[in-house]
């Protein structure tokens, strides 16, 4: 813990990448968040494909977890979707 700090437990880096990220940023949070950062640390790191809103795209996608995780992040925009269609066509 002491050299790597989180880095080694994916649930807690993330959970503490993204609440750090909000935080210096300025946002205010509510307990959808909350729940949205609960969802995203137990289950980003053990996906393929992940699906979140906008918002939540935006910060994993900032703070490069997807890359870390090796993780294909989605959401629910017109733009995203059509990725997501052709990533189907494909298999």
């Given at each position: 813990?002491?050299?790597?700090?989180?880095?080694?437990?994916?649930?807690?880096?993330?959970?503490?990448?993204?609440?750090?990220y909000?935080?210096?940023?300025?946002?205010?949070?509510?307990?959808?968040?909350?729940?949205?950062?609960?969802?995203i640390s137990?289950?980003?790191?053990?996906?393929?494909?992940?699906?979140?809103?906008?918002?939540?795209?935006?910060?994993?996608?900032?703070?490069?977890?997807?890359?870390?995780?090796?993780?294909?992040?989605?959401?629910?925009?017109?733009?995203?979707?059509?990725?997501?269609?052709?990533?189907?066509?494909?298999?």
């Open positions: 813990m002491e050299k790597n700090g989180f880095s080694r437990i994916p649930t807690l880096n993330t959970k503490f990448s993204i609440g750090a909000i935080a210096v940023k300025g946002k205010q949070e509510n307990s959808g968040d909350q729940i949205d950062i609960m969802r137990s289950y980003l790191f053990s996906s393929d494909i992940f699906f979140t809103d906008k918002k939540r795209k935006y910060e994993i996608c900032e703070l490069e977890l997807d890359k870390k995780y090796k993780t294909e992040v989605y959401s629910g925009t017109e733009a995203d979707l059509k990725k997501f269609i052709e990533v189907l066509n494909n298999l």
